[in-house]
Antibody, heavy 118, light 110 residues
Framework: EVQLVESGGGLVQPGGSLRLSCAASGFTVSGNYMSWVRQAPGKGLEWVSVIYTGGTTYYADSVKGRFSISRDNSKNTLYLLMNSLRAEDTAVYYC????????????WGQGTLVTVSS | QTVVTQEPSFSVSPGGTVTLTCGLSSGSVSTNYYPSWYQQTPGQAPRTLIYSTNTRSSGVPDRFSGSILGNKAALTITGAQADDESDYYCVLYMGSGISLFGGGTKLTVL
């Protein structure tokens, strides 16, 4: 059974950093495209980042230069390192298994809440 | 800057049919954008409904269908049920690794 479990969310001050984790089971992170999607309170979904099997990464303009997506194949875990956090980064962050064949979000985790506030 | 457009809200009667659309602020949506659709209820993670324009995800009932209508992607729900009341999001693949979400449609069944 496929499972994605996010962790690492919490309260952080503006300008601070946080690293989110997404532990996968039922498939290998290394063999698949993986992505992060976020949702600000009361708002819609926003694509954040994707990492391809070969390691190529892409980011939304809103986070480019501040966020970094990576994976640990030995732990079958996806990460999102978030630096220089702003109030507008406050959101639930979902990790997702992203289909490389059909460019869609195949499976979703339950999300972890990040709150950026002083 | 390209924006993916969706109706902010829609209403359908139980048993009725509704079609939600997904467009582009400039240009037409085609199958080359691999449109996909997601359902989300408050406090829950999104659920994948449709991918690659018209392929239903595993376990999705056949009353959900996807298509291209004119210059937009479309999600049609036939025989709407009370538990279809949700937010619906479309996603378009823009190339170069970029996916764009629409703003979502809040569907009311009443």
């Amino acid at each position: 059974e496929v499972q994605l479990v996010e962790s690492g969310g919490g309260l952080v001050q503006p300008g601070g950093s946080l690293r989110l984790s997404c532990a996968a089971s039922g498939f290998t992170v290394s063999g698949n495209y993986m992505s992060w999607v976020r949702q600000a309170p009361g708002k819609g979904l926003e694509w954040v980042s994707v990492i391809y099997t070969g390691g190529t990464t892409y980011y939304a303009d809103s986070v480019k230069g501040r966020f970094s997506i990576s994976r640990d194949n030995s732990k079958n875990t996806l990460y999102l390192l978030m630096n220089s956090l702003r109030a507008e980064d406050t959101a639930v962050y979902y990790c997702a298994w992203y289909s490389s064949s059909w460019y869609y979000f195949h499976y979703w985790g339950q999300g972890t809440l990040v709150t950026v506030s002083s | 800057q390209t924006v993916v457009t969706q109706e902010p809200s829609f209403s359908v009667s139980p048993g009725g049919t509704v079609t939600l659309t997904c467009g582009l602020s400039s240009g037409s949506v085609s199958t080359n954008y691999y449109p996909s659709w997601y359902q989300q209820t408050p406090g829950q993670a999104p659920r994948t409904l449709i991918y690659s324009t018209n392929t239903r995800s595993s376990g999705v009932p056949d009353r959900f269908s996807g298509s291209i209508l004119g210059n937009k992607a479309a999600l049609t729900i036939t025989g709407a049920q009370a538990d279809d009341e949700s937010d619906y999001y479309c996603v378009l693949y823009m190339g170069s690794g970029i996916s764009l979400f629409g703003g979502g449609t809040k569907l009311t069944v009443l």
